[in-house]
T-cell receptor
Framework: LAKTTQPISMDSYEGQEVNITCSHNNIATNDYITWYQQFPSQGPRFIIQGYKTKVTNEVASLFIPADRKSSTLSLPRVSLSDTAVYYCLVGENTGNQFYFGTGTSLTVIP | EPEVTQTPSHQVTQMGQEVILRCVPISNHLYFYWYRQILGQKVEFLVSFYNNEISEKSEIFDDQFSVERPDGSNFTLKIRSTKLEDSAMYFC??????????????FGPGTRLTVT
């Protein structure tokens, strides 16, 4: 299982774009990259998943370079409600083990 | 939107007692999971369950833990003899195949277990 490394914490002002990078140097060919968001005392919530290049949905974009050894979650125009912990997970799409790293605690400042 | 439910939301028990945490996964999902999160720490994988048997388990999931799908809807985690260090939030998750071949895990709201 590929280990992931993320910054422990980040601060951002409301309305700005936030980019959170995750390093996964040992990613395997069959691994996908998935990002989750977790608010205090709640279960993690799926944000976005990708395999390569760029994926965009209604809440975020995910950028994955050609070597796939890192990925960047981009949150456009964050609001106070985006204050949460963001986790990057790497694993097979059909796998049965999912290990969360320490995550990145994002604080959005008014 | 379908959701995973968990009961109870908070369970207080004395050390050495048995507890059963209950989960109702999303109805057409086939893969089920339990995770725990000690206060202030990361989410930790405990076990995955598919086709009525354990698929994978972590080092945390020792002989004190067991899982069961007693009927077509519930998925339970049993801790036989609780220890103080079992105090944590326990999350159930289920996973299904979505359009485009992507699998996505849905997490429940969690059960906060307090062992005194």
């Amino acid at each position: 299982l590929a280990k992931t490394t993320q910054p422990i914490s980040m601060d951002s002002y409301e309305g700005q774009e936030v980019n959170i990078t995750c390093s996964h140097n040992n990613i395997a060919t069959n691994d996908y990259i998935t990002w989750y968001q977790q608010f205090p005392s709640q279960g993690p919530r799926f944000i976005i998943q990708g395999y390569k290049t760029k994926v965009t949905n209604e809440v975020a974009s995910l950028f994955i370079p050609a070597d796939r050894k890192s990925s960047t979650l981009s949150l456009p125009r964050v609001s106070l409600s985006d204050t949460a912990v963001y986790y990057c997970l790497v694993g097979e799409n059909t796998g049965n083990q999912f290990y969360f790293g320490t995550g990145t605690s994002l604080t959005v400042i008014p | 939107e379908p959701e995973v439910t968990q009961t109870p939301s908070h369970q207080v028990t004395q050390m050495g007692q048995e507890v059963i945490l209950r989960c109702v996964p999303i109805s057409n999902h086939l893969y089920f999971y339990w995770y725990r999160q000690i206060l202030g720490q990361k989410v930790e994988f405990l076990v995955s369950f598919y086709n009525n048997e354990i698929s994978e388990k972590s080092e945390i999931f020792d002989d004190q833990f067991s899982v069961e799908r007693p009927d077509g809807s519930n998925f339970t985690l049993k801790i036989r003899s609780t220890k103080l260090e079992d105090s944590a939030m326990y999350f159930c998750a289920s996973r299904g195949l979505l359009a485009g071949g992507r699998y996505e895990q849905y997490f429940g709201p969690g059960t906060r277990l307090t062992v005194t």
